[in-house]
Antibody, heavy 122, light 107 residues
């Protein structure tokens, strides 16, 4: 079955960087895009960006350009998101999700990781 | 960016009730609207895609409707496992955007 297993919770200092992983299993990793979503405590969901694991191509929400860097390792079927110059505003739960593209009418996030909690604090 | 608004942030209902959750877009999104459920443990699942299509394995008590800028998710015959927060998401135009969520509680 399809699974996206994310790395564990992180407690990091302001000004540093962190790399969150999302290991995919149960499907052909390079056949589906991987999306990343941010959820601040008690808040809604915010789209960060997407990576094509097959080509390495990425597309970012303008808001996260310079903050997030998405990469993927085909050999381990793992997607990564690096967040840099961390501040308290980056404290949130981060989700990866598989993106299903059926047609121009049908596309959605069909499988989600369990989320990785990031706490930025000195 | 297209703004998605769920005006009801929390909703209380009784088991067996019919519940409707609304979502509106800042501009027309041509039915490019999905609904997700987030359980209290954080788990997120797709419920409805393209406004009204039920995702595989989702109970038939869930349904979606709408057009233009206004959309809704209906849960008929509310069950205990439906306690969750529900989010709409548009995929008409990048960046994909989500509503603020509607938290459903049992009365």
């Amino acid at each position: 079955q399809v699974q996206l297993q994310q790395s564990g919770a992180e407690l990091v200092r302001p000004g540093t960087s962190v790399k969150v992983s999302c290991k995919a299993s149960g499907y052909a990793f390079t056949n589906y895009l991987i999306e990343w979503v941010k959820q601040r405590p008690g808040q809604g969901l915010e789209w960060i960006g997407v990576i094509n694991p097959g080509s390495g191509g990425t597309n970012y929400n303008e808001k996260f350009k310079g903050k997030a860097t998405l990469t993927a390792d085909k050999s381990s079927s793992t997607a990564y998101m690096q967040l840099s110059s961390l501040t308290s505003d980056d404290s949130a739960v981060y989700f990866c999700a598989r993106y299903y593209y059926g047609s121009s009418y049908v596309n959605y996030f069909d499988y989600w990781g369990q989320g990785t909690t990031l706490t930025v604090s000195s | 960016d297209i703004q998605m608004t769920q005006t009801t942030s929390s909703l209380s209902a009784s088991l067996g009730d019919r519940v409707t959750i609304s979502c509106s877009a800042s501009q027309g999104i041509s039915n490019y609207l999905n609904w997700y459920q987030q359980k209290p443990d954080g788990t997120v699942k797709l419920l409805i895609y393209y406004t009204s299509s039920l995702h595989s394995g989702v109970p038939s008590r869930f349904s979606g409707s709408g057009s233009g800028t206004d959309y809704s998710l209906t849960i008929s015959n509310l069950e205990p496992e439906d306690i969750a927060t529900y989010y709409c998401q548009q995929y008409s135009k990048l960046p994909w955007t989500f509503g603020g969520g509607t938290k459903l509680e049992i009365k």
